[in-house]
């Protein structure tokens, strides 16, 4: 895939943490965060969920002008297209850091295939597991975040309970 930039502002980091409901200082407050042990001003654990924003081309964005899935089942009036399959979801995401990120920083993101394994389901049969491991470098190459997305496909519809 390719590399994809996402540069890190302190107002970015301020307005995602409080999207999320943390009111932890150490997110906006610079004089308090110059007074803990990380020294300065870092992002919340999940922030780089937020790198998609900065893709040109991914369907979580929409673009203005087209129509957009969005993110319920169909706020536009459009239908996502079905293959006659399963259906799939977004199942965990693991970050395991290695730097704090801080403000002022220029992240690459590049991500690549991780583990797939399949497990027999209940109701949608069989249950395919896919994993995207994206490293986020600094300027410098150093690898400050690993994440690691797994998404699952059902083979089938599941079945409808009454």
């Not at 895939?1 to 932890?24: C, L, T, W, Y």
């Not at 998609?52 to 969005?70: A, C, L, N, S, Y």
């Not at 536009?76 to 799939?88: I, L």
């Not at 109701?123 to 395919?128: A, D, E, K, N, Y």
């Amino acid at each position: 895939m390719a590399d994809q930039k996402f540069p890190i502002e302190a107002s970015h980091i301020m307005m995602f943490a409080r999207a999320v409901g943390d009111p932890n200082p150490i997110y906006f407050d610079a004089e308090y965060a110059a007074g803990t042990e990380v020294g300065g001003i870092i992002a919340p654990p999940t922030f780089t969920a937020a790198a998609m924003q900065f893709q040109e081309q991914t369907p979580m964005r929409p673009v203005i002008g087209q129509p957009w899935f969005g993110s319920g089942r169909t706020p536009t009036g459009v239908e996502r297209q079905r293959n006659g399959g399963g259906s799939g979801l977004h199942a965990e995401m693991h970050y395991e850091y290695f730097k704090p990120l801080r403000p002022g920083v220029v992240l690459t993101g590049r991500s690549y295939p991780g583990n797939s394994w399949e497990k027999e389901g209940r109701r949608g049969g069989t249950l395919h597991f896919a994993e995207t491991v994206t490293d986020f470098t600094n300027e410098d190459g150093d690898v400050v975040l690993r994440s690691r997305s797994v998404f699952v496909r059902t083979s089938r519809p599941g079945d409808q309970e009454k």
